[in-house]
């Protein structure tokens, strides 16, 4: 059984940080590239960051582009969300996602086979 599972969600001020984490089980993680998807109140899910089967690879959506690091560990079967100088409007339900076809870290949503049930971040003073 597929499993993806994020972490690491939560309250943070203005100018904080997070981390998110996202563990997969029930497939060959090293082997698909991850991505990282928001979805605010009201509003459609959308790309924020991806990387690479071999993680040599990242993609990274305008808006967070400078402040966010997407990183793996395949040992651990794991893909992590750096986030940092957050802003009230990175407020968002996150999700993890696995793309098995593509392997580069694609920004489409459809790309991808298995997604997680999604961490809340609010962003918030």
């Known amino acids: 059984q597929v499993q993806l599972v994020e972490s690491g969600g939560g309250l943070v001020q203005p100018g904080g940080s997070l981390r998110l984490s996202c563990t997969g089980s029930g497939f060959t993680f090293r082997t698909y590239a991850m991505g990282w998807f928001r979805q605010a109140p009201g509003k459609e899910r959308e790309f924020v960051s991806a990387?690479?089967?071999?993680?040599?690879?990242?993609n990274y959506a305008d808006s967070v582009k400078g402040r966010f690091t997407i990183s793996r560990d395949n040992a651990k079967n794991t893909v992590y969300l750096q986030m940092n100088s957050l802003k009230p409007e990175d407020t968002a339900v996150y999700y993890c996602?696995?793309?098995?076809?593509?392997?580069?870290?694609?920004?489409?949503?459809?790309?991808?086979?298995?997604w997680g049930q999604g961490t809340q971040v609010t962003v918030s003073s």
């Open positions: 996602a696995a793309d098995r076809t593509r392997g580069w870290g694609t920004p489409r949503i459809v790309d991808y086979d298995y």
């Open positions: 990387i690479s089967w071999r993680g040599d690879n990242t």
